[in-house]
Nanobody, 126 residues
Framework: VQLQASGGGLVRPGGSLRLSCTAS????????SGWFRQAPGKEREFVAA????????SYATSLKGRFTISKDNAKNMMYLQMNSLKPEDTAVYYC????????????????????WGQGTQVTVSS
């Protein structure tokens, strides 16, 4: 499975962006996929995740309410709608996937995912 993240860019504080992640290769409806981010000098952290079958979601507590994860099974695409962006949201955003349905408690773990995209830069600055 190959993942391609896109949609990053420069946005002013309070603005919005929608990231996309395209999956290609041997995809399946029984995947769990997620978004992680890594700011300069910091560890990669969980943002949100979604099961491709059923649509169950999980969010980082601090981001819930501003970020929304969604998917389009027919297009093999996953999205991250980011609203009310803050400078501290500046990071490289990565999409990730794993075959199978992760239980909610494991969705936030980096090691739960086998496939990673290359990342897309999001910069929030005035």
């Amino acid at each position: 499975v190959q993942l391609q993240a896109s949609g990053g860019g420069l946005v002013r504080p309070g603005g919005s962006l929608r990231l996309s992640c395209t999956a290609s290769g041997r995809t399946s409806s029984t995947y769990t996929s997620g978004w992680f981010r890594q700011a300069p000098g910091k560890e990669r952290e969980f943002v949100a995740a979604i099961r491709w079958s059923g649509g169950a979601t999980s969010y980082a507590t601090s981001l819930k309410g501003r970020f929304t994860i969604s998917k389009d099974n027919a297009k093999n695409m996953m999205y991250l709608q980011m609203n009310s962006l803050k400078p501290e949201d500046t990071a490289v955003y990565y999409c990730a996937a794993v075959r199978g349905h992760l239980i909610t408690s494991t969705m936030s773990r980096l090691l739960s995912y086998d496939y990673w995209g290359q990342g897309t830069q999001v910069t929030v600055s005035s």
